[in-house]
């Protein structure tokens, strides 16, 4: 440790500390997992359905797309309702208006305001306290009868009805979504348990399953006194922590000392390349395809919300329908960046080795690249047989698509991505081992790079944890791990120690400066980023001490991104450096980007999501979108891109980067990402938060909100950044293809 041994000690007691934290109270999500009654009884005892048909019905769910069409709990598309909220307010209102016509022979809407009044006091306690008993949830004749009519709706639905086929294209669904009228009975069971989980208190609190949450004021489902409490004091915590955060950068920062001599010549083209390095070439055009894929399918899917089932009046959906597009645009976006890390990281091993490969390195390389390409086509047909319902059932969630936002990929493939990234692990080892073995010289950065390289080799597996018929806040619980703790937790130390590594090799940082900002900035992101994965898990069947800890700490993951203007300008000058250095202005660039959208779209529009009374109203909605957008493309999208242009850059040393075509990339990316959130999605967003405060949750999500003019003109709007956006998409690729393939008249990288 050295020097460092205050920063290592530091990281390690963080990382002990917040995983036990993300440990201790997981077991608190297994424990108090809101109960899936064995069976399901009418007030005579008749048997209505069982926790089999419950679990059926969530396997039905996953194979149609799950999160993709629609949510739950808040989690998933935004299109369509949110299945738990508009299920939970049509019985409600279903069940309101058969009491009103039983006992005065009117509809709930004709009764006077006492009447009304007195019929909504016996539904919410007739609701808020319909517990689960030995396993058995007894409905009333009158709640079986409303359960019944709100089933009837789905089922038609999620069919072919013609009645209701203008509700499935402005929900963007395409026609008989679930053919097997069988399955989708089953479905409408799960759709009422996630509802009823929402709207049953807990067993001896005053508040549901879900933390009071939708809202929904038939039920008194308001936010809780905990949610206003932890609140208040995440949004405390986060203005101590960047105060905190100013006077240890004021104070206890030793003097800057003097900037190291740039070298006359760039250090890493002294060291010849290996024939692993020249093999990335491949990798570099499977980052900007399957880019360029994912930017066309995402300008596909915002079109979907406006004509639901038709592009531009062709019937796409009758192939390519919502769910699909969503499906292959999300995971595509986790391929190309993923596989622009893994370049980046094949890249250093060789560096990393003394300028060597290791042995059969250039094989390995060659064989994890097919076999990516192997369970990139394997899962996107898979997604398409699964959605067509094609695949048959029980085939579903392992071949086809597990239904859950971010990890869609059947498990067969998820398998397969989870052996190609140990293997890249496997490979990268091997490069570094021997480097940390060698006697003499500062290893410390390495050996946070080694760690971080080992973190994202290991913890995808997390997964795994979880299965087809997994009691949903479980899961929920797992699929934050890799979708929260693996991308953004490490990927963003890597990418920390990567960058400290690559410029501290080039000689413009000293190596003392880059390890000891690497590792203070793993403490920081890591204190925030692990137990922080709890703020996306308040209202997933979870109890007030997760909404605690999440509150708590989610604050914390804010505040050193709020400074990276700092870290932008330290990027920028850089170029400026050496003459060499103009070489690769553009990546640095992109790195330039990374922070500035750091700071916006993971800090400022992050936080805006975060603290629980917010998230309490929003979740579900464009609000969320607007975070993913400008958090997911704006970090880790600019990030791969700018590793990308960092490894063309050096496996083709002749190559000079077009300012035409690389200004036209890297604006016509900012600016129509800015225009996608500020003229389309934030917009959206903040009216529907209106609509969710006043109304209600199902309002906000319903058909009718949503196809409002103001609303559908600015989903049109969103065109034109879409378009800015494409426009740069489209530079960025001929770039990177012009490098990889020698289309501007010099040599081709070897593949």
């Known amino acids: 440790m050295g020097n460092y041994r205050k920063l290592w000690w530091t990281l390690i007691g963080v990382l002990g500390v917040t995983f036990c934290l993300l440990g201790w109270f997981g077991r608190e999500v297994y424990r108090e997992a809101p109960p899936i009654p064995a069976q399901v009884v009418s007030a005579d005892g008749a048997v209505l359905f069982t926790e089999k048909d419950i679990l059926d019905g969530q396997t039905a769910w996953q194979s149609v797309g799950g999160m993709q069409l629609g949510s739950i709990w808040g989690h998933g598309a935004y299109q369509a309702p949110d299945w738990s909220a508009d299920w939970l307010h049509r019985e409600l209102t279903t069940w309101l208006d058969l009491a009103a016509q039983d006992e005065f022979g009117q509809a709930y809407a004709e009764i006077s305001e006492e009447q009304q009044a007195v019929l909504r006091h016996r539904l919410k306690n007739e609701y808020r306290q319909n517990q689960v008993r030995d396993g058995v949830l007894v409905l009333s004749a009158r709640r079986q009868m409303a359960v019944q009519q709100t089933a009837a709706y789905y089922d038609n639905l999620f069919g072919s009805d013609p009645a209701m086929q203008q509700t499935r294209k402005n929900f963007a669904m395409k026609e008989d979504t679930l053919p097997d009228a069988g399955r989708r ?35 008194d489902n308001q936010p809780t006194g905990e949610n206003l409490m932890w609140s208040v004091i995440s949004v405390i915590l986060l203005v101590a922590g960047i105060g905190f955060l100013v006077w240890a950068w004021a104070f206890l920062r030793k003097q800057d000392e003097e900037e190291p001599v740039a070298p006359a010549r760039d250090p890493l083209t002294t060291i010849p390349l290996t024939p692993s390095q020249r093999a990335l070439g491949k990798y570099l055009f499977l980052v900007v395809a399957l880019f360029g894929f994912q930017v066309f399918l995402g300008g596909a899917t915002a079109h979907y919300t406006v004509e639901g089932q038709d592009f531009y009046g062709f019937p796409l959906s009758r192939w390519f329908p919502y769910t699909l597009l969503r499906t292959w645009h999300l995971q595509s976006a986790l391929f190309w960046i993923a596989t622009g890390f893994l370049a980046a990281g094949l890249f250093l091993a060789p560096i990393i080795n003394g300028g060597k490969d290791p042995k059969l390195q250039k094989v390995g390389v060659d064989v994890l690249f097919w076999a990516l390409v192997v369970v990139v086509v394997g899962s996107f047909v898979g997604n398409y047989l699964a959605i067509a319902q094609i695949m048959p059932a029980e085939w579903s969630f392992m071949l086809g698509h597990q239904g859950y936002e971010y990890v869609d990929l059947g498990r067969l493939w998820q398998i397969g991505k989870f052996a190609g990234i140990a293997f890249w692990l496997v490979l990268m080892l091997r490069g570094m081992v021997p480097a940390l073995r060698t006697p003499g010289g500062d290893k410390n950065l390495l050996a946070l790079l080694t760690a971080s390289v080992i973190a994202i080799g290991l913890f995808y597996g997390a997964g795994f944890a979880y299965g087809e018929r997994t009691h949903l806040s479980v899961m929920e619980y797992w699929r934050w791990w890799v979708v929260h703790l693996w991308v953004e937790g490490f990927f963003e130390v890597f990418a920390t120690a990567a960058l400290a590594f690559i410029f501290a090799s080039m000689g413009l940082v000293s190596k003392r400066l880059a390890t000891a ?6 403490s920081l992101f890591m204190l925030g980023g692990v137990p922080g994965t709890f703020h996306h898990l308040y209202f997933s069947g979870t109890t007030t001490p997760v909404m605690a800890v999440g509150a708590t700490f989610s604050a914390l993951e804010v505040v050193p991104l709020i400074v990276l203007g700092h870290e932008a300008w330290e990027h920028w000058r850089l170029q400026h450096r050496a003459e060499w250095m103009q070489r690769v202005k553009w990546p640095l660039m992109c790195f330039v980007a990374v922070a500035f959208w750091n700071m916006l779209g993971a800090g400022v529009f992050g936080f805006m999501i975060n603290p629980p009374i917010a998230l ?4 579900g909605l464009n609000t969320t979108a607007t975070h993913a957008h400008a958090a997911l493309f704006g970090v880790y999208g600019f990030l791969a891109l700018g590793f990308t242009l960092l490894v063309l850059r050096y496996v083709r040393p002749n190559l000079c980067f ?3 075509l690389m200004k036209t990339a890297f604006w016509g990316l900012n600016i129509g990402l800015a225009l996608m959130i500020f003229t389309s999605l934030l917009p959206i967003g903040l009216i529907q ?40 998409a489209i530079a960025m690729f001929w770039q990177v293809t012009k490098g990889v393939f020698g289309f501007d008249g010099s040599t081709a990288v070897k593949r």
């Open 185 to 219: 009975e089953q479905m409408t069971r799960f759709f009422f348990w996630t509802s009823w989980v929402a709207a049953t208190e807990r067993p001896g609190q005053d508040a549901t399953y879900t933390n009071n949450w939708p809202h929904e004021p038939l039920i």
């Open 517 to 522: 900002a690497s590792l203070a900035s793993a």
């Open 616 to 619: 309490y109203y929003i979740q």
């Open 658 to 660: 077009s300012e035409g």
């Open 689 to 728: 938060f209106h609509a969710s405060v006043n109304e209600g949750l199902w309002y906000a999500r319903s058909e009718g909100f949503m196809q409002q003019d103001i609303l559908v003109t600015l989903r049109w709007v969103r065109t034109f950044g879409d378009v800015v956006f494409i426009v740069g």
